[in-house]
């Protein structure tokens, strides 16, 4: 390919031309035309554009080179007629001859006009944010910073610094950095601010008389020397050499003190601001440069900063994008781009479950799997649920062997039918249909009937043993429970429990431990257990769960025990229900390889769509 | 669960026995305790048992555990000598704090370790066991600063005495409104007339219960030979109990108990009294509950082992034990204890072989479909609390609204349920400006509304709230979503333009499906975002779902 397809003008080029000659109330000179047109173009392309023009006496060069319109009644109709037909003359050759049709898809690969093969395949190769600076840094005709690339062009930062390097190895833009040097205090700088100058301060502590070096306090004696010499050189003091060196001040010298010095005005400019040291006068500079040379006054700190101009190519291949969109909408064909396989691409996200979520939805799967079923698990309960149900004395220790929240608005629920609380009512005060004593007291159903937020799971059990259950049956629910709590690495207000209970026929302690096994092993991937006595109101025996994890050690890993005959006999159930409680939160605190508890409600976007 | 400190060559030498760290480990287990921390001599033990003060001491452990590795066997022994000190209780009490009882340990050498160890228990127990003090309050005195028999009794708010610690002596109602125990106590015996007081024959005051002993007789110190024990409260059960709890331990440190008769007017009782109770069940219970088959011998030596006592007659077997043991009130109570003395890991786990159809609840299977839906749209889900703030679901929606609300929040960051999840939504979004845009979050979660004609006053409702922020998201956006959300689950919707306090006018609207749940749909407004801090708009989606 010849150099001079690279200067052939595109038609909305030639348009451009002819109407900024149209509107020009005065003959201009080629020259003059180039640079008056709205958008900057390459000359030898603009000489291309005028030779057409002439060459279809649109206009002709005057005797002293000025460009005259030849304008005639008709004409320009007929030249729009002209473009329209050569718009389409053009389309159809650029497109259909050089271009594969895909399977008979509308998709085709579009060439840059007036590039060469590599620079249409560069062209070609273009992402979205690259033709966005394109187009931008044609239209803006200057160099812009990357900041105001960003601006201008509405993509990131970090999008904007790529467009600039990318563009920069295709030549299609020319990046430059620029070192900008910033100014400020350094300690010294800060101190003379502040406390004033050394030099001054050791005018200030002279006057008419002879005074020796040695009585001299303001000024360190490194500096002393310079300071002399300046001060002497400028007439500010008067030496003279007796036993040993005494100086004293002149007048000059006092009116010097009067003055802020040029050192201080710019200390105080610096000490207001840091500086870019290329925005100073050159007298400041100088000030400065001497001031540098006074150990610890400045600090200098270098910031690099990025900006791109437009290339000729880069101009060449904005139009040749432009020419590429509008045949793209005239033929109203899908434009395929060629990619560079290596380039950097924007990160995108799925669609995800909440971490913590999911793996409470694969616990639940489990057991599912297991034959457990499902348990409705209210936030709000009765106390009749969370405890008294579960034969928790009222006003006893044993109530409060949890702290538990209580609500203040509303205060009090509803109970189920008489005939189930007379049934608890009698647990508690004589032990009921059980062969207990029960705890002896005037059970309440005022205070059965305060509400409150669940505090353990097992709420959720005695609701639906009052409900109703089948036997042989397995039960579980994954219930949010809540308890006032100071939050911290191990502790929150709110928590989940995975609680349940199962129940048959010649259900025995050494079944409850089997069912505690089977779920450390499948759920927890533990190789060892060990059981540990245990203690809750509502269970006798009780037992605690402990797994030996790979890679943490032994750890707790849930709770469980028979339900008292005073709970299941009086609701009439005679075989023994074997109850148990995980400790999800932790388990899945191992799982997600969290060290604070809280994390696993993190508030992180980051670390739900990417783990970090 | 209780936490006892204590030393341990003072514990060894309770026992009698030296223990590894492993080792002690082991036997704690027999008292379900857990070694909480050990740094050289100090020792810092969970109980786990709530229900059993008596082991709330190193006494207590030392004496369970005494019989636990076989250095002793059954009930243990107390004995309690005649005293000569009678107590008057005032029937005026009745509804101020009726209860008492008294005894009185002489001879007793009381080191640094035992005066720190009887602190810790009375703590313990009043704490736990006395629910802070309002069943159970204890003190102990100096039993020879009492002189003769002593009154408990309802006093005039005017009556005063120098209570611990002071050096003026103050009025009963001072006392409330000045002293810290006071302040800390006071609302236990607020609003009555007259207030409790112990005080002896030349009526000097021993102490105001619940609140605070006098300086005089009240001071124990290690120079303190002879104690005055004085348990109060509502029950004289859980009184009694306490007291003897008390005697026990101080008995375990060599002291000699002493009785003081209680004279309630119309009856007159012995405190402390040791004695034992006992239960009645069926020998096959045993093997029953736990699927073992102990032999009734074996059984009677592991009921030794935790200090009760066994005698087998026909099918039938009889269990005594202590009557500070206030937990046994079922047979089961006695099998756990043989199930630990033969120590739970030597039991054989068996295979829970009974096969039942598993499930999911019905409302689960639709909440998974919502979250698939979301996900699909590329949505990623986040988790809130239930408990939140008034200032996030409130104030910064620019709402007044009623919530379900806490009685005793910790903190007002979680003073009320929430009621829409979008304002923790908003909040996610605002601690995550920083991150790379467009972001697209949903939560599937409950929100808790008042409503009187439901059984817990509340009704809890399952919500969807999909927000999404990019510059350019709006109205059109979340519509989509939403008339997809619909189409997949098989529901109509339609929209009512409406004003709310937190969307854009104009750019919103109220939302109605067809089986009649309702929600909400737009761009957040103006105000709203400034509340949250956010600066690229935010178009939202909240359903009931």
């Not at chain 1, 005005?265 to 001497?290: C, D, P, S, T, Y």
Request: hydrophobic share 35%; proline share 3%; net charge positive.
């Amino acid at each position: 390919m010849d150099k001079k397809h690279i200067h052939s003008p595109r038609l909305d080029t030639i348009a451009m031309v002819e109407n900024t000659i149209k509107k020009s109330k005065e003959k201009l000179s080629k020259t003059e035309l180039w640079k008056k047109l709205p958008k900057q173009m390459m000359y030898q392309t603009f000489s291309t554009a005028i030779d057409y023009l002439v060459e279809l006496k649109k206009i002709r060069l005057t005797a002293e080179g000025k460009i005259e319109l030849i304008l005639e009644k008709g004409k320009a109709k007929v030249w729009e007629k002209e473009t329209q037909e050569g718009i389409q003359e053009k389309k159809s050759k650029i497109e259909i001859k050089k271009n594969e049709i895909k399977e008979g898809k509308k998709e085709m690969k579009i060439n840059a006009v007036g590039l060469d093969d590599s620079a249409k395949k560069i062209v070609s190769e273009l992402s979205e944010i690259e033709r966005k600076t394109l187009k931008v840094l044609a239209e803006e005709k200057k160099e812009l910073s990357v900041q105001e690339l960003s601006e201008k062009t509405g993509i990131e930062l970090d999008s904007a610094r790529r467009a600039i390097q990318w563009l920069n190895e295709k030549e299609l833009g020319k990046a430059r950095i620029e070192k900008q040097v910033f100014v400020s205090l350094g300690i010294e700088g800060l101190k003379a601010v502040k406390d004033g100058l050394p030099e001054k301060n050791f005018l200030k502590e002279l006057n008419e008389n002879w005074k020796s070096l040695s009585e001299i306090k303001s000024i360190s004696k490194q500096e002393i020397n310079i300071a002399l010499g300046n001060a002497k050189k400028k007439d500010l003091i008067e030496l003279k050499k007796e036993k040993e060196l005494t100086v004293k001040i002149t007048e000059k010298g006092k009116e010097f003190l009067e003055k802020k010095t040029e050192e201080e005005l710019i200390l105080e400019k610096i000490g207001e601001k840091e500086l870019e040291e290329k925005n100073l006068n050159e007298k400041e500079k100088q000030v400065l440069k001497f001031l540098g040379f006074r150990k610890g006054f400045l600090k200098h700190k270098e910031k690099g900063n990025e900006f791109i101009s437009i290339t000729e190519k880069g101009f060449s291949a904005n139009e040749s994008i432009k020419e590429t969109r509008s045949s793209e909408n005239l033929l109203n064909a899908k434009i395929i781009r060629n990619y560079n396989i290596q380039d950097p691409v924007e990160e995108v996200y799925p669609g995800k479950k909440q971490p913590y979520y999911k793996f409470v939805d694969e616990i639940k799967q489990k057991l599912v799997s297991l034959g457990f079923k499902e348990m409705e698990n209210p936030l709000i309960v009765q106390e009749f649920y969370n405890f008294d149900v579960l034969f928790q004395p009222q006003n006893h220790p044993a109530r409060t062997w949890t702290d538990t929240y209580k609500l203040k608005k509303p205060t009090h629920g509803k109970l189920p039918e008489k005939k189930i609380v007379e049934t608890i009512k009698n647990a508690h005060e004589n032990g009921g249909k059980a062969e207990s004593m029960g705890w002896n007291y005037e059970w309440s159903e005022k205070i059965a009937e305060q509400l409150m937020p669940s505090a353990h799971g097992t709420a959720h059990s005695a609701r639906q043993l009052v409900k109703g259950i089948e036997v042989p049956g397995k039960y579980f629910t994954l219930a949010r429970c809540f308890r006032p709590d100071v939050v911290d690495a191990t502790h929150l207000i709110e928590f989940n429990q995975m609680e349940g209970f199962v129940v048959g026929k010649d259900f025995t302690l050494r079944k409850l431990l089997g069912l505690l096994k089977e779920f450390a092993v499948e759920i927890a991937g533990a190789e060892k257990v060990k059981f540990l006595p245990d203690y809750y109101p509502f269970t006798e025996p009780s037992v605690q769960l402990n797994a030996l994890h790979p890679e943490l050690g032994w750890v707790e890993f849930g709770g469980a025990g028979i339900f008292r005959a005073e709970i299941t006999e009086n609701l009439g159930i005679k075989e023994k229900c074997l109850a148990w409680g995980l400790g999800m939160d932790r388990l899945a605190m191992f799982k997600l390889k969290l060290n604070d508890i809280r994390e696993l409600f993190s508030q992180n976007l980051d670390w739900l769509r990417k783990g970090i | 669960m209780p936490t006892i400190e204590c030393s341990k060559k003072d514990f060894e030498l309770l026992v009698g026995k030296k223990f590894s760290k492993e080792e002690l480990e082991d036997v704690l287990l027999g008292v379900k305790g857990e070694l909480d921390g050990i740094n050289e001599d100090e020792l810092k033990i969970d109980i786990k048992e709530t229900n059993r003060p008596d082991l709330w001491s190193v006494e207590g452990i030392a004496r369970e555990i005494k019989a636990f590795i076989g250095k002793e066997k059954g009930i243990p022994e107390y004995k309690v000598l005649k005293g000569k000190r009678k107590a008057k209780i005032d029937s005026n009490l009745k509804d101020i704090r009726p209860k008492a009882a008294y005894a009185e340990i002489r001879g007793i050498e009381i080191t640094e370790e035992i005066l720190l160890q009887i602190i810790q228990l009375q703590e313990k127990i009043c704490q736990s066991f006395g629910k802070k003090r309002e069943q159970v309050a204890i003190g102990v005195f100096d039993l020879d600063k009492v002189k003769g028999n002593v009154k408990y009794f309802a006093a005039e708010p005017s009556m005063e005495f120098i209570p611990l610690g002071f050096s003026e002596s103050m009025s009963l109602r001072e006392i409330l409104i000045k002293h810290p125990k006071g302040k800390e106590y006071g609302k236990l015996i607020e609003g009555f007339e007259k207030f409790p007081l112990l005080a002896d024959e030349n009526n000097e005051v021993l102490s105001m219960p619940p609140i605070i002993n006098s300086d005089t007789s009240g001071k124990v110190t290690e120079q303190t030979k002879n104690l005055f024990v004085d348990v109060t409260g509502f029950n004289q059960k859980l009184v009694d109990t306490a007291l003897k709890i008390m005697c026990m331990a101080l008995a375990d440190r060599k002291g000699k108990i002493y009785s003081v008769e209680l004279d309630y007017e119309k009856k007159k009782l012995i405190s402390p009294e040791f004695k034992k109770e006992k239960i009645v069940f069926n020998l096959s219970e045993v093997n029953e509950l736990l699927g073992t088959n102990f032999s009734g011998k074996e059984i009677l030596k592991l009921l030794e082992k935790k200090r009760l006592k066994g005698k087998i007659k026909g099918k039938k077997i009889t269990v005594e034990f202590g009557n500070y043991r206030k937990d046994i009130i079922h047979p089961w109570d006695v099998i756990e204890d043989i199930a630990i003395a033969f120590d739970y890991n030597k039991f054989e786990p068996e295979k829970l072989d009974v096969f039942t159809l598993g499930s999911v609840e019905e409302k689960s299977t639709q909440l998974k479909e919502v979250r698939e839906l979301c996900i699909g749209f590329g949505l990623q889900e986040i988790a809130s609390n239930h408990l939140t703030s008034k200032e996030t679901q409130m104030k910064k929606m620019n709402l007044k609204e009623e919530f379900v609300e806490i009685a005793n929040p910790v903190s007002s960051n979680w003073e009320i349920f929430r009621k829409k999840l979008l304002p923790e939504s908003l909040d996610f979004l605002s601690k995550n400006k920083n991150k790379s845009y467009p972001q697209k979050i949903f939560e599937v979660g409950r929100t808790i509304e008042l409503n009187s004609e439901k059984e817990t006053g509340v009704e809890e409702k399952w919500k969807l709230c999909v927000s999404i922020t990019h510059s350019k998201t709006n109205f059109n956006e979340v519509k989509s979503i939403l008339e997809a959300i619909a189409r997949e689950l098989k529901m109509k919707v339609k929209l009512k333009e409406a004003k709310t306090s937190f969307l854009a006018e104009g750019k919103s609207a109220l939302i109605e499906f067809s089986d009649g749940k309702k929600g909400f749909v737009g761009e957040i407004n103006q105000k709203v975002m400034q509340e949250f801090g956010l600066e690229t708009n935010v178009s939202v989606i909240e359903i009931e779902i």
